[in-house]
């Protein structure tokens, strides 16, 4: 888990996000340089797994028509701007909830363009929406993020069952890539729940 103290969106995306060094010739990316590419491309945190581990053991069964070759998931947050989610006016909630969404699209669609440069193949679920309605009444998204961010050190689910970032707390939106290579190393799930057990609904106490 990497902590950016900086407020949403007020980011600049570096154009020149680059792929350069982020390959060993035998084929591992590199985490360091992973995730500044990642974070350039403007998410708000990000964290890797391995998909054999055991907690990933239903995400890994999601992609298996769908992309057997995953070796890790790229897991990233995006935050929302607090004061319209917390809105009543729920036109306000929704135009937030909506637009945050597509720049979680948006960021891991071009985490797998970067990554198709030094031809690592990667492909990436769509944040919501899920449309596999084959599965159903099973589950008919390729991959649950929640479990995947709790993976990847970026937050624990709360009694409101949203992840709850130990920074940005309940306001965020989360992402997952799914690439064909390994990373050098993988994140931990952090050791403690931010969630404090208030029971204050959209106020939701674990933020700073
Ligand atoms: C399905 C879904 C929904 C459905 C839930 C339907 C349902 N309850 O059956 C609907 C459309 C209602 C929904 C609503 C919202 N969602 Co939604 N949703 C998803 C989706 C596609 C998968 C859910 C998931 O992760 N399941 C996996 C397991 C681990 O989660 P779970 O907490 O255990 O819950 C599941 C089951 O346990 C069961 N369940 C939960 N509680 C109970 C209780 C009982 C008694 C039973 C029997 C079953 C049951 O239903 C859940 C769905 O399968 C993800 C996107 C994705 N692909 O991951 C987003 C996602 C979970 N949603 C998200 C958000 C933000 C919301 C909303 C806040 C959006 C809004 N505009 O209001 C609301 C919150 C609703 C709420 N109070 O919880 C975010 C959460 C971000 C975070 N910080 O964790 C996600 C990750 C989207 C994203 N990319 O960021 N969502
Ligand atoms: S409102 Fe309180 S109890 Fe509910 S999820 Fe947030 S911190 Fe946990």
């Known amino acids: 888990m990497q902590n950016v103290d900086m ?3 007020h980011k600049m995306e570096t154009c020149s996000a680059s792929t350069n060094n982020i390959l060993s ?5 590199d985490y360091d340089a992973l995730k500044e590419l990642v974070m350039n491309l403007g998410a708000d945190d990000v964290g890797f797994v391995d998909v054999d581990r055991a907690s990933m053991t239903d995400q890994k069964r999601g992609l298996e028509n769908v992309f057997p070759a995953a070796k890790s998931f790229i897991s990233i947050v995006v935050r929302m701007n607090r004061e319209p989610i917390r809105s009543t006016a729920r036109s ?6 909506h637009h945050q969404g597509e720049e979680v699209n ?3 669609r071009k985490v797998v363009s970067k990554l198709e440069q030094p031809g690592i193949r990667a492909q990436n679920p769509s944040m919501g929406f899920p449309l596999e309605m084959q599965n159903f009444p099973g589950k008919i998204w390729v991959i649950s993020h929640k479990p995947a961010a709790e993976a990847a050190g970026l937050g624990k689910m709360g009694i409101n069952r949203n992840v709850i ?3 940005f707390g309940n306001f965020i939106l989360l992402g997952t890539v799914a690439i064909d290579a390994h990373i050098s ?3 931990k799930p952090i050791d403690y729940n931010p969630c404090i057990g208030c029971k204050r609904a959209h106020l939701c106490g674990a933020r700073q």
């Not at 010739?25 to 990316?29: A, E, N, R, Y």
């Open 92 to 97: 306000i909630a929704n135009l937030e909830f």
């Open 25 to 29: 010739s035998d084929g591992v990316l």
């Open 7 to 9: 407020p949403p969106n």
């Open 185 to 187: 190393s993988y994140d």
């Open 165 to 167: 970032h130990p920074r």
């Open 106 to 108: 948006t960021i891991t």
